[in-house]
């Protein structure tokens, strides 16, 4: 829940989550650079989104955690490879989203308080930060051969500077998303339909934006996925290219 309150504050104006717009340069012939991010969350709609890149030539970033997915699995089993190989095949960018998608709660002394989902909390250290980080990293490299690009999203945005510099440490650089790009697919779809969310992004989003949304998510009733076709197809028209966070501050 910690991921829908913070994200339902940032939708209402209330809050402000991880980077801002990222300084950019703009590719000759384009108005403007957008990055596009996926956290994994339930991954209903993995393969239409993926889908919906490869026909529009767009690469993003996906930021991987050991998440529940409709399927019964989760998102890096064995059993989503051939899904990951192909995101890799291409050109797409990976980060890390923690392996067990908790919340990062506030710093104490050196150490740092994490929630999990089953609402149990622990403190870690910088190495267990690291360990949380890398595992993914890890386990992607053994589905892939690849290894994640030295990213990380806090899953829901959440940090704290022992974390932050923990993750820096072990070499992960975090990645938030611009305000404007928070598109609001776990918001309730009952008051805030896709066709708001759509129209509040082709009107708000911004050269540099850094633009969040997942894989699928539980609570919303009607998916915000498919509004991708129409989203990017209308970003474009506005001469918008897109690129993925690997190599940029």
């Known amino acids: 829940m910690a991921r829908f309150h913070s994200a339902l504050a940032l939708a209402l104006g209330l809050a402000t989550v991880g980077a801002g717009a990222a300084a950019t340069g703009t590719p000759s012939g384009c108005k403007g650079t957008l990055y596009l991010t996926f956290d994994t969350g339930n991954m209903r709609h993995a393969e239409l989104i993926a889908d919906t890149l490869a026909r529009h030539g767009v690469k993003a970033t996906f930021f991987l955690a050991q998440e529940k997915t409709t399927r019964g699995d989760s998102a890096l089993d064995a059993s989503w490879a051939p899904y990951w190989r192909a995101r890799v095949a291409e050109g797409h960018a990976f980060g890390s989203h923690t392996w067990r998608h908790g919340s990062f709660r506030g710093d104490s002394g050196t150490l740092v308080r994490y929630r999990l989902q089953d609402g149990s909390s622990e403190t870690m250290d910088a190495a267990a930060i690291c360990a949380e980080l890398q595992r993914p990293d890890t386990r992607f490299q053994e589905l892939t051969g690849r290894r994640l690009d030295p990213l990380w999203r806090a899953p829901g945005g959440r940090t704290t500077p022992n974390t932050l510099a923990a993750a820096q440490s072990c070499g992960y650089r975090h990645v938030g998303w611009a305000a404007a790009g928070f598109l609001g697919d776990e918001l309730p779809s009952e008051t805030y339909p896709n066709s708001l969310l759509l129209q509040r992004a082709l ?7 850094i633009v969040m949304a ?13 509004m991708f076709e129409p989203l990017i197809a209308g970003l474009k028209a506005k001469g918008f290219c897109f690129s993925t966070r690997r190599g940029q501050t």
């Open 203 to 209: 009107e708000r989003l911004r050269d540099g934006d």
């Open 214 to 226: 997942h894989l699928g998510i539980w609570s919303r009733k009607d998916p915000f996925a498919p």
